[in-house]
């Protein structure tokens, strides 16, 4: 991605999907459970290796969020209702799942 791209907005859609606008008019609807599939945390990836710790086949399709924060202007952090709640999703990142 060459130019700044920002969240114009975030929605819940449903229970288990929010979607984003990006400041290029790209409107993407992000499932919570693909999200914890993917999270970056500490805990789900181990730091020296790089291979994911958590099983993704544990993840319900169901995954709720109990929140859903702005982290500065770069990222958003997504407490999910499995306690997985460290994982922060840059926006490089969540715009390239695109």
Known sequence: MN???FV???K???NYTFAIEWSDGKKVFYRLSTLQKKCPCA???DEST???TSNANN???TLRANRIVNVGRYALRIEFASGCSSGIYGYDMLYDLT
């Open 12 to 14: 819940q859609i449903d």
């Open 50 to 52: 790089g291979q994911r």
């Open 3 to 5: 130019i700044p791209i």
């Open 59 to 61: 993840i319900s399709e």
């Open 43 to 45: 805990n789900c990836v």
């Open 8 to 10: 114009r907005q975030l």
